[in-house]
């Protein structure tokens, strides 16, 4: 039976108002259920993209490419978008020939002398026909096999003969010794060589070295080699000098940091952060290491006082408040552009993690690099006329798509996809800095500077840390030559014990001669 309504309007109004905040209460619990389940999807969310994050980085590939299945769906949306879009549709993608076999391991193989020859021949019963008559040997079936023999430690003597007079008028007469690798010491610049690639290029601690040559002859104890090191980089600095010059001195720079351990004797018991500046200059192909204690913006300040030109980075703010602090004549001598690679990355992790929405921009991506990759080989003037209207038309439909996300009520503000749209709205201009009139010269991306940091990033997992942080520039310096020597395409080794005798006899006004840069020229 229903309830009976009171007559009085007074009574009437006082439960009226009571149902009202009795539907305010109801409609406030709901709105807060509403927040905190959006929160908490929120939170699981990104609970799950952190776990996936973490089992992709310890299990999973390293590479950054998608399946092409999973961003077929997006062409779509990506299509829809340039329907409404002024700048006129990219020209179609060029097809390349497929290559044709490479010939570099049969190069290779022949390159290599032979040292060991086997003779397998027929037993004498069957070198005869069918009709008793012998056969004739009319050819030789020759089988190639790659083998290899444990490296050798070998001794070499330096003979000085002595001279004497038979009246004794005077002292015996001995020629000087050349200049050595480490005075005093009786150490070639071979092993020398050796040693310093097995540390700073294939990242076997010194420890482990000693080990290894143990197996082969004497015995090195890791103090002892240790000083060999220290007395490598030393004979290396004046090239580290002449390759900072190169990097200061070009129109064009990436930039990069990466951390690494450090033993600190103010911090006992514990290892510190250090890190490694890198700056590389893609048109000399130099590359330069900065061993610092900090990532402040101190040591890119310092090096962007001596630089003028384009300077690629991340989206770091270290680099942002350097070139803030900088004067304003030297500000406007430098145009900063970021990475598209690192805008990417987000949008890739969005993808992963489970929000589709990411796709379309990841098309335009890839659109991008494809034009990039047919663009490769074509001059930087070129590069810079192509990139005017092939890639601002992919360019300007992903900046629209871009601002139509963040209007999205759909894509939660610290969502996975939000976090990406607002890094590549965030640096747009810096982002298609590339793409400006006059900036052929200049990569998509800053991929080079984090290729020639991968070196110290195996060796900093095998050695754990550097020593001591007065020890820091040993790395800094080899890291550079090394480094330097991969991008002029010249061997290692070869450079190395070419350079080390000659800057053991150089003076500071002839090590110049010594650089990478000179040795790749002499090697043509």
């Given at each position: 039976?229903?309830?009976?309504?009171?007559?009085?309007?007074?009574?009437?109004?006082?439960?009226?108002?009571?149902?009202?905040?009795?539907?305010?209460?109801?409609?406030?619990?709901?709105?807060?259920?509403?927040?905190?389940?959006?929160?908490?999807?929120?939170?699981?969310?990104?609970?799950?993209?952190?776990?996936?994050?973490?089992?992709?980085?310890?299990?999973?590939?390293?590479?950054?490419?998608?399946?092409?299945?999973?961003?077929?769906?997006?062409?779509?949306?990506?299509?829809?978008?340039?329907?409404?879009?002024?700048?006129?549709?990219?020209?179609?993608?060029?097809?390349?020939?497929?290559?044709t076999p490479s010939v570099r391991r049969a190069r290779r193989l022949?390159?290599?002398?032979?040292?060991?020859?086997?003779?397998?021949?027929?037993?004498?019963?069957?070198?005869?026909?069918?009709?008793?008559?012998?056969?004739?040997?009319?050819?030789?079936?020759?089988?190639?096999?790659?083998?290899?023999?444990?490296?050798?430690?070998?001794?070499?003597?330096?003979?000085?003969?002595?001279?004497?007079?038979?009246?004794?008028?005077?002292?015996?007469?001995?020629?000087?010794?050349?200049?050595?690798?480490?005075?005093?010491?009786?150490?070639?610049?071979?092993?020398?060589?050796?040693?310093?690639?097995?540390?700073?290029?294939?990242?076997?601690?010194?420890?482990?070295?000693?080990?290894?040559?143990?197996?082969?002859?004497?015995?090195?104890?890791?103090?002892?080699?240790?000083?060999?090191?220290?007395?490598?980089?030393?004979?290396?600095?004046?090239?580290?000098?002449?390759?900072?010059?190169?990097?200061?001195?070009?129109?064009?720079?990436?930039?990069?940091?990466?951390?690494?351990?450090?033993?600190?004797?103010?911090?006992?018991?514990?290892?510190?952060?250090?890190?490694?500046?890198?700056?590389?200059?893609?048109?000399?192909?130099?590359?330069?290491?900065?061993?610092?204690?900090?990532?402040?913006?101190?040591?890119?300040?310092?090096?962007?006082?001596?630089?003028?030109?384009?300077?690629?980075?991340?989206?770091?703010?270290?680099?942002?408040?350097?070139?803030?602090?900088?004067?304003?004549?030297?500000?406007?001598?430098?145009?900063?552009?970021?990475?598209?690679?690192?805008?990417?990355?987000?949008?890739?992790?969005?993808?992963?993690?489970?929000?589709?929405?990411?796709?379309?921009?990841?098309?335009?991506?890839?659109?991008?690099?494809?034009?990039?990759?047919?663009?490769?080989?074509?001059?930087?003037?070129?590069?810079?006329?192509?990139?005017?209207?092939?890639?601002?038309?992919?360019?300007?439909?992903?900046?629209?798509?871009?601002?139509?996300?963040?209007?999205?009520?759909?894509?939660?503000?610290?969502?996975?996809?939000?976090?990406?749209?607002?890094?590549?709205?965030?640096?747009?201009?810096?982002?298609?800095?590339?793409?400006?009139p006059n900036h052929g010269h200049v990569h998509i991306d800053s991929?080079?500077?984090?290729?020639?940091?991968?070196?110290?990033?195996?060796?900093?997992?095998?050695?754990?840390?550097?020593?001591?942080?007065?020890?820091?520039?040993?790395?800094?310096?080899?890291?550079?030559?090394?480094?330097?020597?991969?991008?002029?395409?010249?061997?290692?080794?070869?450079?190395?014990?070419?350079?080390?005798?000659?800057?053991?006899?150089?003076?500071?006004?002839?090590?110049?001669?010594?650089?990478?840069?000179?040795?790749?020229?002499?090697?043509?």
């Open positions: 039976m229903s309830a009976t309504l009171p007559t009085d309007p007074a009574q009437l109004q006082a439960l009226l108002a009571a149902e009202r905040a009795a539907h305010a209460v109801t409609q406030l619990e709901r709105d807060t259920a509403r927040v905190l389940l959006q929160q908490t999807t929120l939170e699981r969310d990104e609970a799950k993209a952190k776990l996936q994050a973490l089992l992709k980085r310890y299990f999973g590939r390293s590479s950054e490419k998608l399946d092409p299945n999973q961003l077929a769906l997006a062409w779509a949306a990506v299509e829809a978008d340039l329907a409404v879009v002024t700048p006129p549709p990219p020209t179609p993608p060029v097809v390349c020939p497929p290559r022949e390159d290599l002398p032979v040292l060991e020859t086997i003779t397998v021949d027929l037993p004498a019963a069957q070198k005869l026909a069918a009709d008793g008559s012998a056969l004739v040997k009319i050819r030789e079936e020759i089988t190639d096999e790659v083998d290899y023999q444990p490296g050798k430690l070998f001794r070499r003597q330096i003979i000085r003969p002595v001279y004497a007079s038979p009246q004794h008028a005077g002292p015996p007469q001995v020629a000087p010794l050349p200049a050595r690798v480490i005075p005093g010491g009786q150490v070639g610049p071979g092993l020398l060589a050796h040693v310093l690639l097995s540390k700073y290029a294939d990242a076997q601690p010194i420890y482990r070295q000693a080990v290894m040559l143990n197996r082969l002859g004497p015995g090195f104890t890791r103090q002892a080699m240790g000083q060999w090191v220290e007395h490598g980089a030393g004979l290396l600095r004046p090239i580290y000098r002449e390759l900072q010059k190169v990097v200061e001195g070009s129109r064009y720079c990436q930039g990069d940091e990466t951390p690494i351990r450090v033993l600190d004797p103010a911090r006992p018991g514990a290892a510190r952060e250090a890190w490694l500046w890198t700056f590389l200059a893609p048109e000399p192909q130099v590359v330069v290491f900065d061993f610092q204690l900090t990532r402040s913006h101190e040591p890119a300040l310092a090096f962007l006082r001596r630089f003028a030109g384009v300077f690629q980075t991340d989206g770091y703010a270290g680099y942002l408040k350097a070139l803030r602090l900088l004067p304003e004549p030297d500000r406007a001598k430098i145009v900063h552009a970021n990475c598209m690679a690192h805008c990417r990355r987000p949008f890739v992790a969005a993808l992963e993690a489970g929000d589709d929405r990411a796709a379309p921009f990841l098309a335009y991506l890839g659109a991008l690099y494809r034009v990039e990759a047919e663009l490769r080989d074509v001059t930087p003037a070129e590069r810079a006329q192509a990139r005017g209207t092939r890639a601002t038309a992919w360019l300007a439909p992903m900046h629209q798509a871009l601002q139509r996300a963040t209007n999205d009520p759909a894509i939660l503000p610290q969502s996975a996809l939000a976090k990406a749209v607002g890094y590549a709205l965030e640096r747009w201009p810096e982002l298609t800095r590339y793409a400006e991929n080079a500077v984090e290729n020639a940091i991968r070196p110290s990033a195996v060796g900093k997992k095998n050695f754990l840390f550097v020593g001591h942080p007065n020890a820091g520039w040993r790395s800094a310096v080899i890291y550079s030559i090394l480094g330097t020597c991969k991008l002029q395409g010249v061997n290692e080794w070869h450079y190395l014990t070419w350079a080390l005798p000659r800057l053991a006899a150089a003076t500071n006004l002839t090590a110049h001669e010594f650089t990478p840069q000179r040795f790749a020229k002499l090697a043509r």
